[in-house]
Structures are given as structure tokens and as C-alpha cells.
């Protein structure tokens, strides 16, 4: 199975113990998702985030209806946590979230490591496009949330 990477950085002008919390609540995965996606969270809430929690969702991947249910794999706050696709349309998701202290500020960094049916083809043509606007969708939205820091974004495209 072939697998694919991609980084999304956005610095944030407060410390970790400031983000963390909002990436904690499962709710704001709606805010932090483009409407272009129709993402809903199925799981009810409050959503105990934790090691082994299983969240489902439901959203439309280019106009399809899709089910995704992720598990928290990894839970270490303020600095990290890991979410993994147990059922979607991904062969493979598994996504890292990164927290850093930077002087007062906080490096959110996502890498995603994932595979899709169809291989490079469909990841070049559909997938990464798609993914990059997402997570270029995100980068903004936190921006607006947290404030604007030194205006860092990085985005890499490992493959």
C-alpha cells in the first residue's frame, strides 16, 4: 500500500496551555472544517477526549456522503494527540497534532499520513488537492480564533 504525507504548520500567539484545550473539544472539529465539506459530528457530546475515544462523523467528500470514525490513539496534552481512521474512505489516516512552545507561542503543526484507493493517480488529481485546501482552510480559521502571530504557516509536501 502506497502511503502519502502532507504538514500543515500555523504559529498561534498564545502558549499551548491556551490552544490545547480548544483542540480538546471535539465540537470545534465542525469550526475548524470547510462548509464546502457539509461536516457534521455524529458522536453526542461532551465528548470525553481521551486515549481509545471513538468519534463519528458524517460529511460529503466531492458531493458523496461519507461516514468516518476516528480513534484518539494518543492523548499526551498540552502537546500532542493522534486521531486514526477506523472506518472512512482512507486505507490509511492517521493524523499527528503538534503543539510546541515557541516564546510565548504555539507551533500547531498537523502531519497526516494516509493512503487512498487508486494510489498516486487519485492522490495527485483528487486527494492532496483537496486536502491542501482544507488544511489551508484551517490554518485561516485558527488565525481568526487565536490572532495573527509572526504570520508563519508552513505546509510540505512529503511524499
Do not use: K
Not at 499551548?16 to 453526542?44: I, M
Request: glycine share 6%; with cysteine; aromatic share 12%.
Amino acid at each position: 500500500m502506497r502511503t502519502f504525507e502532507l504538514t500543515s504548520a500555523v504559529m498561534l500567539p498564545r502558549p499551548p496551555g491556551d490552544v490545547f484545550p480548544f483542540f480538546a473539544d471535539a465540537g470545534n472539529l465542525e469550526r475548524l472544517t470547510p462548509p464546502w465539506l457539509r461536516f457534521e459530528v455524529l458522536t453526542p457530546g461532551p465528548i470525553e477526549m481521551r486515549r481509545s475515544a471513538a468519534i463519528d462523523y458524517r460529511l460529503r467528500l466531492r458531493g458523496v456522503p461519507v461516514r468516518w470514525r476516528s480513534e484518539i490513539t494518543a492523548w499526551e496534552p498540552p502537546f500532542r494527540f493522534v486521531d486514526e481512521q477506523r472506518r472512512g474512505p482512507y486505507r490509511l489516516w492517521i493524523h499527528e497534532h503538534r503543539f510546541e512552545e515557541r516564546a510565548g507561542h504555539t507551533l500547531a503543526r498537523d502531519h497526516v499520513r494516509y493512503a487512498v484507493p487508486g494510489g498516486r493517480v487519485v492522490d495527485c488529481l483528487l486527494v492532496r488537492p483537496d486536502l491542501e485546501r482544507v488544511f489551508e482552510y484551517r490554518r485561516a480559521v485558527l488565525r481568526r480564533i487565536f490572532g495573527p502571530a509572526d504570520h508563519f504557516d508552513q505546509f510540505s509536501r512529503d511524499r
